[in-house]
């Protein structure tokens, strides 16, 4: 379990950076939290 942890949260994070700016995080911001909710929960899953 401890190994799964930080393995895990290291490409959770990264992936998560590039993801969100491509899927367009600046634009889902400023656009409304309707877009930034929703984007959030289709990055990880």
């Given amino acids: 379990m401890s190994e799964r942890?930080?393995?895990a949260a290291?490409?959770?994070p990264t992936n998560l950076l590039p993801l969100a700016d491509r899927s367009g995080a600046?634009?889902?911001r400023g656009s409304g939290?309707?877009?930034g909710s929703p984007d959030r929960t289709a990055a990880p899953a």
């Fill in 26 to 28: 600046s634009a889902g």
């Fill in 33 to 35: 939290d309707r877009q």
């Fill in 5 to 7: 942890l930080p393995l």
């Fill in 10 to 12: 290291i490409p959770l």
